[in-house]
């Protein structure tokens, strides 16, 4: 028996999503309405099944976008991804590993929704220009001054230096045996001194409303959080296709992903929002 399209595509179809929402509900719930579109629809008509199941995929995505776009400036504190635990397959495929990035999808949600959507389908997913202006009900000219206007602006804000895993994953080993200690020195050595910390506790739990900048005051603050609780347990992870951290507070989780550039740490980003760590547990398959 032959397997349904979308159920052959649906870590695609996933990826395509997340990629535009930042959020694994979100993403869920998308698929969940391109698939009732998809059932609706005669399938012996479609030709390449892929690419008109990421065009359904598109539309749903950026109808929800523009909604999340309104609700995100409501938002309590800094807005961060949803953090996905994956494989380390994954980071075989560095362009995709770097698209599913914390560092890259804080970029692109700086990008309007049609803007994201084109980045996404050109950039990571290599459409044709052609397919892009089908899927966002723009004109092919017009997909194509949007590309270079957001392939220019994601340019400008994505991190300069790419980094091998092995040394990701070196400089992450330092950091969380420096968080476990909470030797201050220690977290001094592994960060860059203009680092800056990104936390994002949704107003459901603490964390700093607004982003944490150099090294001084970043590790005087994980220092204390250190002292502060009764337990502070750390795990090297996969996440969004880097090594990354699992920390636990007293037994309740944050997920910590770190920008590395020569050899420190530039950026920290740490989700403690607990409707965000739904994923922590269970593989999410990505692909492209």
Known sequence: MTQDPFVAHRS??????????GSAADAEDVLQESWLRWADVDHAQVREPRAYLIRIVTRQAL??????SRRREDYVGEWLPEPLLTSPDVAEDVELAESVSFAMLTVLETLGPVERAVFVLREVFDLPYGEIAEATGKSAAAVRQTARRAREHVAARRPRVRVSRSEQRAVL????VALRTGRLQELLDVMAPDVVMIADGGGLVA?????IHGADVVG?????ANQVVAALDTTAVWLNGAPAGRVQFDGEPAA????????RITRIYVVRNPRKL????DLTELAR
């Open 12 to 21: 695609v179809l996933f990826t395509v999503a997340y990629e535009m929402l």
């Open 63 to 68: 109808n929800r976008l523009r909604t999340l």
């Open 173 to 176: 080993d330092r950091f969380l």
């Open 207 to 211: 964390a700093s409303l607004t982003p």
């Open 220 to 224: 005087k603050v994980l220092a204390r």
């Open 256 to 263: 910590v992903s770190l920008v590395v550039e020569n050899g």
């Open 278 to 281: 739904t994923r922590l547990d």
